[in-house]
């Protein structure tokens, strides 16, 4: 969320004044309790409606899926089912663990995952993301332990949605509550249960020392969590400094570096990417972006190193081609434009327009001083960009009816490491897709729906090329986020940004 | 009076109605509910899922009527964010907001209207000039910038309260602090101003005069004629304070209903701002008619405005 600059500043000089403090850093290791603090409210704990991070991490620690993706190994492991196979490329057919009981007593059987799976399938239950489950042709018990899942098209990301995305409610109770039941009082399979809630304000979690033996999360060496919403990040600081919190998160680079000498700070390169994208595709208006020497000489305007070192910093690179380098797919050897204002001002010439050009470009869920780096860079080459922030919906909404020629935001691609959930939403010949490139559409398609790893490289590869090639991005840099932790906590980062509490631990 | 009264809350209700109608309108003009809804990872299909599920395809006329309809029998809906009625919601929230901003409010009052009646008694003296300062700084100093001292003194440096939330009462002190500071400097910057021009009136020459005492030429014959615009002010003040200084809320993580009032707007959650919008438009609808008779009971001459 954008902040007053002003604020900033004063919150700069509070923080400055917390340096001058010895407080003892107490934190929640003397009563086993795990202080968190998010900046915003976490939603309805039915994952199945959640768009936002911190909602979605909480749920993960109280619901378990199918199966369970080691992020260290990249293996996938059994969780709810022991075993699990292709019977045909449409059919996936699911051996069930035995012994495993809900947080409210109730046995888990193959009914649980038959009556939730086609529960959220049906369109009026009003599942957020149609991408997580509209693969899912219907789902068939077997016998009490063992369930099959019949595909309603082939997608290459299947596995890695069972992987713990998909999460299974104890089906006596979910039919009895429904989905508004689960939100006021959650009941899952997994390393914790939630023993209070104030919505949005406050969760308090306990272990739950019944969680199935052999499960990939294990058993918690935390026993407690309190999860609050601190909105203020310099309140965050204060909370952090007395003791009185152990694990916050997103802290921007300038405070993290303050605060180091202070709390434990840990960072980590997150799935999320920053990118502008430019508008191509014929049904929108004659933008300037329609031309490829015109984007060509935005890719070389732009000082992403420049920009990266001043504002990202941590992890962050510069990125090349359309993708996180660490998905699956994310071709490496494309075309690249290095920082070259003479080159830019050049292409520009060359395409017409000695005197420059003017273009819109909005931005949105990103910091305004690098959209006004990015500005100042075109300009520079006779870009002249008129700036507008926007909230990502109003601004997306404006992408999405190509009446914007250039979109400065960023995409998580759901936390997921493979291209499939970026190049496919931008490129794919959707909604979002305001290039339409058949040639690239195609390869897109073929890769996504493919269970062959190396024809889906290969695919992603091309595509990848052309669209570096005929520079259809600004793509900008790979996200990283500071934790400011306890002194006295264990925590290990991961890229997709779900934290896992349950492999926390103390010193 | 009756008349006087009945006209007063025709307006009042029209008032609430009009704000409702107006906040309800411009919810869809600052972005399509559907996609803020759907999240930043939304796709178009699920956008088109959110837009039938919850009726935003539907006229917004329509929409509004039946919003309207509902409330009226008392069911404000469901919570698109916490798929939770709105009434659980709002009633975890409400009750935050009032003690603060009640207690935050007495506080007020009871440091700046006697700090600018002692004002008045001897402008540019050292006590005028000291409440001045005061009133200043007030005035200046940025509240959340005030609260964020505050928490690193009380909070962080001594360890005398709470640094953030309202688990335990001694968490509402910083806020209140705070809260009521921020509406001191207009309440005695007024109450001085009014104080002095009364004090000057011909009829306090007379008072005086007659040898009555000096108290009760202050508290009774002044206060009563210099309090006719504290108590619009009051009211306001009161009004802004109950519908929640999101600042303060945010900088001490009180949870009350201006804070939801912004967080539900950045989100579209459409049931939770309208509830939020009708309640805190009645609220300032109730204190500025009840500011107006208050007024009318002081002054009789205002009974015929």
Known sequence: ???????????????????????????????????????????????????????????????????????????????????????????????????????????????????????????????????????????????????????????????????????????????????????????????????????????????????????????????????????????????????????????????????????????????RIAYVGLTVAAKAKDYPTRNLLVRRAINHAVNREAIVQAFAGGASQVLNAACNPKQFGCAQDVATYAYDPAKAKALLSEAGLPNGVDIEMVFAAMPRPVAEAVASDLAKVGIRVTLNEQQYAAGVQKWRAGELPAFFTNWGSYGTGDVAFIISNFFGGGADDLVQDKEVIDLVTVADTAQDRALRQENYAKALKKIADQAYWLPMYDFNINYGLSTALNFKPHPDEFARWWLSSWK | MLPFLARRLIVAALVALAVSMVAFGLMFVAGDPAVVLAGQAGRAQDVEMIRQAYGLDRPLPVQFLGWIGRALTGNFGTSLYFNLPVATIIGERLPVTLMLGSVAFLLAILVSVPLGIAASLKPGGLLDRAALLLAVLGQAIPSFWLGLILIVVFGVWWGLVPISGTESWQGYILPVIVLSYYAMPALMRLTRAGMIEVLGADYIRTARA??????????????????????SLAAVQFGMMLSGSIVIESVFAINGLGRLAWESLLRSDLPVVQAIILILSLIYVTLTTAADLVNAWLDPRLRSA
Do not use: C
């Open chain 2, 210 to 231: 007659k040898g009555l005492a000096r108290l009760r030429i202050l508290m009774v014959h002044a206060l009563r004629n210099a309090v006719l615009p504290l108590v």
């Open chain 1, 1 to 271: 969320m954008a902040r007053l600059g002003l604020a900033s500043l004063m919150g700069g000089i509070a923080l400055a004044l917390l340096g001058l403090s010895a407080p003892p850093a107490r934190a929640g290791k003397a009563d086993d309790t795990l202080n968190v603090a998010f900046a915003l409210e976490p939603e309805a704990l039915d994952t199945y409606k959640i768009a936002g991070r911190e909602g979605l991490i909480l749920s993960r620690h109280i619901y378990d899926g199918l199966l369970y993706k080691d992020l260290d190994t990249g293996e996938i492991k059994p969780a709810l089912a022991k075993a699990w196979r292709f019977t045909d490329p449409m059919t996936m057919e699911f051996d069930l663990r035995e012994g495993v009981t809900f947080h409210n007593g109730a046995k888990f059987t193959a009914d649980d995952v038959v009556y939730t799976l086609n529960t959220v399938l049906d369109p009026n239950y009003g599942t957020r993301f149609r991408i997580a489950i509209d693969w899912i042709e219907r789902v068939e018990k077997v016998s009490e332990f063992q369930v099959r899942i019949k595909m309603a098209k082939p997608f290459a990301g299947a596995v890695e949605m069972l992987a713990d995305a998909l999460p299974i409610y104890p089906a006596a109770y979910f039919k009895e509550v429904g989905s508004a039941g689960m939100a006021a009082k959650p009941v899952g399979t997994g390393p914790y249960r939630l023993v209070e809630m104030t919505p949005g304000i406050r969760y308090a979690f306990e272990r739950f020392e019944a969680h199935y033996a052999g499960s990939p999360k294990g058993r918690p060496a935390i026993g407690k969590i309190v999860v609050r919403t601190i909105p203020e990040l310099n309140t965050q600081f204060a909370e952090l400094l007395a003791g009185k919190l152990d694990w916050s998160w997103r802290i921007p680079p300038d405070q993290a570096a303050r605060l180091a000498s202070r709390i434990q700070i840990v960072n980590g390169p997150i799935m």
